[in-house]
Nanobody, 117 residues
Framework: QVQVVESGGGLVQPGGSLRLSCTTS????????PTWYRQAPGKQRDMVAT???????NYRDSVRGRFIISRSDAENAVYLQMNSLRTEDTAVYYC???????????WGLGTQVTVSS
């Protein structure tokens, strides 16, 4: 059973930074391609950042230049470094891990990020 757990959310002032982490148990992270999503109240879940096997990244336009997705297979973790946070970044952030050989997506339960003064 693959479990995905996000952590690192919290309350931060506009302009501040947070680093989210995503870890998995029951499997090895190197077998997956990670994507961070977010969902604000009353809105759809949107892709924030993704990282493929070749190390290529893609970001939604509103976070490009402020957020950085990275991974550490040694630590079995994926990270989302979020800088220059804005109130509109407030959302529940989810980590999704796509298993390469099956195409199955495994999701965590999310971590709340609130940007407010």
């Amino acid at each position: 059973q693959v479990q995905v757990v996000e952590s690192g959310g919290g309350l931060v002032q506009p302009g501040g930074s947070l680093r989210l982490s995503c870890t998995t148990s029951g499997s090895t992270l190197s077998l997956y391609d990670p994507t961070w999503y977010r969902q604000a109240p009353g809105k759809q879940r949107d892709m924030v950042a993704t990282l493929n096997e070749a190390g290529l990244t893609n970001y939604r336009d509103s976070v490009r230049g402020r957020f950085i997705i990275s991974r550490s297979d040694a630590e079995n973790a994926v990270y989302l470094q979020m800088n220059s946070l804005r109130t509109e970044d407030t959302a529940v952030y989810y980590c999704s891990l796509r298993q390469r050989y099956s195409g199955i997506d495994y999701w965590g339960l999310g971590t709340q990020v609130t940007v407010s003064s």
